[in-house]
């Protein structure tokens, strides 16, 4: 799960698709996807939250 909460604006490239972030948007991120920011601006704020272990998803899960 990403919370963006600050300044600054980007994309977030989550798999296949790449959707365009602001001041005050939400994104999430399913567990074990592969993802990325790309063209962030430089006050780009980012808060991760999540379940303990959740970066780390069950193999066959």
Known sequence: MRSHDG????DL???ERSDR????DFLF???????RFVD?????????HGPEGGEHPEAGG
């Open 21 to 24: 972030f602001g001041p005050g």
């Open 7 to 10: 300044g600054g604006a980007g």
């Open 29 to 35: 991120v399913p567990a074990g996807v592969v993802h």
């Open 40 to 48: 962030f601006t430089d006050d780009m704020v980012v808060v991760f």
């Open 13 to 15: 490239v989550c798999g």
